[in-house]
């Protein structure tokens, strides 16, 4: 057996009627979708659900799962403590869901999670098992969190769900919670951004199809801007079904309150071996950075050639007759950034020279961005096809006694106080104003938001 079905379902406690008390009619829809997909869900009879949810324990850089035997939980925090929801987990699914994790060195399992039994704060778990403990409760639960990895690990997530509960024989579905967009109108708890409908009409058309594909070439940015809530959770739920042939029933798409719900139901029809989506994003990236890489200039062509170089024989590049006179005869500071998957993987640089030379500068940061950011681990040698490299050369910086004289377009910023430094590059995506500028640049230093700081500005010229 595998998992047999799937259902993308919304979390909002207001479609609870204790919670609710009336204005889950104005949801309607929504609220009937649900009551189907329970019903969908007691005709499979599955010996296990599996949910993810954007409000279990989330950590950026591992997927929590719940590790203790039985859990409980209710919606005393939405003013109903009368709903209340108790588990049974499916520990042998969950360990080797961990297992099968740890041997690939995924970041997947119970840490964080082994021994709370108590998930009144994860609604998006709640009120799902909610509307399916209504028509089905003979079954044991696997419930997972989100992660600040990429959308694609999301989906690899999901490849391990699959193996495990075809290794154990489950008859399984997976319960895909998430909301879609927070900001859809001027009254939603987020306002209004075009970007929010927008999201909503190209998700809903991408779950119609089944894209997984699609799914996973999302940008992360535009995901950030329109307040999304349920992506990752369906990226999971799309690896799940990777290689496997699925029916699509859209049950409804309402967005009453400003926030989008979907309800969506997938069942599997078999194999497809050409659904094999997460290899296929992976072929795409690869082909996306060897073209991009033959297009790079000769700043970022030498970061790349030096993350190579020294991911795979542990020491920098050495200065040979293939580097160019032009970095070789002029010295500056340069940041060297490296994204993966479109998300930052390392960023380290220096604001001035220190090195005799550009090339070296850049060879020196190159390293130190691919190994030593403290904000990542090392970049594997498997990773290598799949990076996407910039350097920053930077102008010498200049002292400026007023934020007026900053444009985050135009300029980049460095602020210092008692010995503590913070920098941010200019023309940043997601950086508009010159306050926001300041206040990263602040917090990458430790410096409190109200703490003076003395500013610096500077230009910068981006190579790709």
């Known amino acids: 057996m595998s998992i047999i079905a799937g259902f993308v379902v919304p979390h909002a406690p207001i479609l609870v009627k204790e919670v609710g ?4 009619n104005k949801v309607i829809k929504t609220v009937e979708s649900y009551k189907a997909v329970a019903k969908d869900i007691a005709k499979l009879k599955p010996d296990t659900i599996i949910i993810s949810s954007p409000h279990a324990e989330a950590y950026s850089d591992y997927f929590s799962i719940a590790g203790t035997k039985t859990g409980y939980g209710s919606l005393a925090n939405f003013n109903a403590p009368e709903v209340m929801i108790n588990v049974n987990y499916d520990t042998e699914l969950t360990d080797l869901i961990e297992k099968l994790s740890q041997e690939i060195s995924f970041p997947a399992g119970k840490l964080g999670e082994n021994s709370r039994t108590d998930f009144s704060s994860d609604h998006g778990s709640l009120v799902p098992l909610y509307f399916i403990n209504q028509e089905y409760k003979n079954y044991r639960l696997v419930r997972l969190g989100l992660s600040g990895l990429s959308i694609a690990e999301h989906y690899r997530m999901g490849m391990i769900i699959q193996k495990a509960v075809e290794a154990l024989g489950r008859n399984a579905v997976y319960v895909a919670s998430g909301d879609l967009s927070h900001c859809q109108s001027k009254d939603g708890p987020y306002g209004f951004k075009p970007c929010g409908p927008q999201y909503d009409k190209m998700i809903m058309d ?9 799914l996973l070439n999302y940008d992360p940015d535009f995901l950030d801007e329109a307040e999304v809530c349920g992506h990752d959770s369906f990226a999971i739920m799309a690896g799940a079904f990777d290689r496997k042939a699925v029916e699509t029933k859209v ?7 400003g926030i989008g719900y979907g309800v969506v139901e997938y069942f599997v029809k078999g194999d497809d071996v050409n659904r094999n989506f997460y290899d296929q994003y992976l072929d795409d990236r690869k082909e996306l950075m060897e073209e991009k890489s033959k297009k790079a200039d000769i700043f970022a062509s030498l970061a790349r050639r030096a993350i190579n170089y020294y991911i795979l024989n542990n020491k920098p590049l050495p200065l040979d007759a293939s580097i160019p006179l032009e970095l070789l005869n002029q010295k500056a500071g340069a940041f060297v950034s490296i994204h993966e998957d479109q998300r930052l993987r390392g960023c380290i640089g220096t604001i001035q020279p220190i090195y005799p030379n550009l090339a070296e500068e850049i060879i020196h940061n190159a390293c130190e961005a691919s190994t030593r950011d403290p904000r990542f681990d090392p970049i ?4 290598l096809p799949y990076l996407d490299i910039s350097v920053d050369v930077l102008s010498p910086f200049e002292a400026i006694s007023s934020k007026k004289e900053l444009d985050p377009k135009k300029y980049g910023v460095i602020v210092m106080n008692s010995g503590r430094e913070g920098l941010l590059l200019p023309d940043l995506e997601g950086v508009d104003t010159v306050d926001q500028q300041i206040k990263i640049a602040k917090r990458k230093a430790g410096i409190g938001d109200d ?3 003395k500013l610096f500005r500077f230009t910068s010229r981006r190579h790709v």
Request: proline share 4%; aromatic share 8%; no cysteine.
């Open 251 to 257: 049950l409804s798409h309402e967005n009453t309150f």
């Open 451 to 453: 703490e003076e700081v």
């Open 206 to 214: 991408t779950l119609e199809k089944a894209d997984f594909k699609g």
């Open 21 to 24: 008390k009336g204005e889950e």
């Open 380 to 383: 594997l040698p498997k990773e």
